[in-house]
């Protein structure tokens, strides 16, 4: 709330919300709205971390970002059970979403100056770190099915021997041909070589999960939503075939893990189906789960995962479009969870999962590091 006045007298940090700042231009505003939500959803505990050692707020048990202008970072900070406003300025004013994003990192890295190697790093800094290393592997379609009338599983083998999963989340980009006579996917190709493409000259590419990894095969199966766009990777694979050549950069991973013990809740439509299986598979058999997925309707239904004693449920939208219906939130609140003992996982259309989310974490009061979710696209 404008006016609010945050904790900490440090006033180089955490400072009385300003009333003065300027507003970033609504171009700008829109490109850092999908910054913030995509490190609230993704990068909650560096979120933390930041408010913890650059805001002054060492006992911060959850911080959110809620705002930016031009001259710093609006959080709401959870110190003793109590949501608290702060503000965090940057050192130079900012006026575009580049800017911002810099900003942001130069506050995690004086949060890490700070605090040294006394704290493991922060899931954005693993991620900076880890996705500088990452490989591109050109491979090959070799079996395209059907697991429902919107799901495609495609198997992709060749190129994928020295493949390390983390056996979590597990997921890739997956680079695709434009066309059946596009060749621009072949030896040499990779994430950097995609980039310096023109983008009319760029074969299509989006993030899939690794819905299993199969050692003996060396080969990767991916579920693949027909979300109806001709354009897209979603338009090539209504179209794949056997045969075809296509590249993955990865792996990367979200899910962070948790107290085999805990209830683990897995809400999804049908773009995050193939992450829950690839959860589903990885935890212990008697560790209690349950699955909220949504899909069209009972014809669209498939077993997601062989594991016994999961409890699923199925969601169906009917006649609304992907994205749209309301239902997750009503079925999640359903469950009448236990904050203590939950973990959380959710990957899905942006807004519905930001919802879920948000009753997770400030109704219920379950802390960031056990909510893992993820806008998978936008509608
Ligand atoms: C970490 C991660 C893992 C993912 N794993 C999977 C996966 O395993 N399987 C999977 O299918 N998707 C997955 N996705 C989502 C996928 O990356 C997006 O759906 C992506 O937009 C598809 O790219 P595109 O080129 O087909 O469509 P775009 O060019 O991005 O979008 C074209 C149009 O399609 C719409 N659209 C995109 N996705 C969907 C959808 N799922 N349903 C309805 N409309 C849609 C968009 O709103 C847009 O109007 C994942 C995303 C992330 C970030």
């Known amino acids: 709330m404008p006016g609010d006045r945050a904790r900490s007298d440090n006033e180089d940090t955490i400072v009385t919300r300003s009333t003065g700042a300027t507003a970033l231009s609504p171009e700008v505003r829109e490109q850092v709205d999908l910054t913030l939500e995509h490190v609230n959803g993704n990068h909650a505990d560096t979120i933390l971390f930041i408010a913890r050692h650059r805001g002054d707020a060492p006992t911060a048990t959850d911080a959110e970002a809620v705002d930016v202008d031009t001259e710093g970072v609006d959080l709401e900070v959870t110190i003793d059970g109590e949501s608290t406003a702060a503000r965090l300025r940057f050192d130079t004013p900012v006026s575009t979403a580049p800017e911002v994003q810099g900003a ?11 605090v040294g190697d006394a704290e493991p790093l922060t899931s954005l800094e693993e991620e900076l770190q880890t996705t500088g290393e990452l490989l591109t ?11 429902s009338p919107n799901l495609r599983r495609i198997v992709l083998q060749g190129g994928l021997d020295d493949w ?3 056996e979590a989340d597990d997921f890739a980009f997956l680079f695709v041909p434009r066309s059946p006579d596009d060749d621009t996917i072949g030896d040499g190709f990779s994430m950097s070589s995609w ?16 819905r299993r990894f199969d050692r003996d095969a060396s080969s990767i199966e991916l579920w693949a939503v027909l979300h109806g766009h001709d354009e897209g990777v979603g338009g090539w694979a209504a179209r794949a075939e056997p045969g075809e050549t296509v590249a993955v950069w990865g792996p990367r991973r979200f899910f962070r893990g948790a107290e085999p013990s805990f209830h683990h809740l897995l ?3 049908e773009s995050g189906l193939a992450a829950v299986g690839a959860l589903l598979d990885s935890l212990d058999p008697a560790t209690p789960a349950t699955v909220i997925a949504e899909t069209v309707d009972a014809d669209h239904e498939f077993t997601i995962a062989e594991r016994p004693g999961t409890d699923v449920r199925w969601l169906h939208r009917g006649d609304a479009a992907p994205g749209e219906s309301v239902g997750f939130v009503d079925e999640v609140r359903a469950l009448d969870l236990d904050p203590e003992t939950t973990v959380a996982f959710g990957a899905g259309e942006s807004r519905q999962v930001t919802a879920v989310r948000g009753y997770l974490r400030r109704e219920l009061g379950i802390p960031a590091d056990r909510v893992f979710m993820t806008g998978y696209w936008r509608r």
Do not use: F, K, N, W
């Open 195 to 210: 980039q310096e493409l023109p983008e009319d000259e760029r074969p299509p590419g989006a993030y899939y999960t690794i």
């Open 137 to 147: 592997r050109v491979t090959s379609v070799v079996e395209v099915t059907e697991l």
């Open 104 to 114: 942001l990192l130069g506050m995690v890295a004086s949060a890490r100056q700070a």
């Open 164 to 166: 390390e999963p983390y």
């Open 267 to 269: 809400v999804a439509d």
